[in-house]
């Protein structure tokens, strides 16, 4: 695999979960309206209120993804969004590359 090509793999990797991570959060049920009823998050946020003695703490992962949810994911959250697709991307293009 070519420095391009694995560069290209990167960049799509990288806006593929800038695009897909409000997708992923609205599906397990940190939505704008807050945590869905039933939901993933839901039992997320039940077990985070147990361990803190019935309240979820602030920046706990709960309570970020809950204002990720509902606000959008900010400067830090899209970069950390592009970030790990991007890492993602890549690690799959070079497994890849070692199997062909």
């Keep these: 695999m070519g420095l391009l090509t694995a560069g290209l793999a990167v960049a799509a990797g990288a ?4 695009l897909l991570a409000p997708i992923a959060l609205g599906a397990i049920g940190f939505g704008t309206i807050g945590v869905a009823a039933g939901s993933y ?15 979820v703490a602030a920046g706990s992962t709960v309570a970020v ?3 990720t949810g509902m606000a959008g994911m900010g400067a830090a959250g899209t ?13 799959i293009a070079a497994a890849a590359a070692v199997v062909i």
């Design 79 to 91: 970069a950390a969004a592009a970030g790990a697709g991007g890492t993602l991307a890549g690690l």
């Design 65 to 67: 993804l809950t204002s």
């Design 41 to 55: 998050a839901a039992s997320m946020m039940s077990a985070a209120a147990i361990a803190n003695g019935g309240a």
């Design 15 to 18: 806006t593929g979960g800038i």
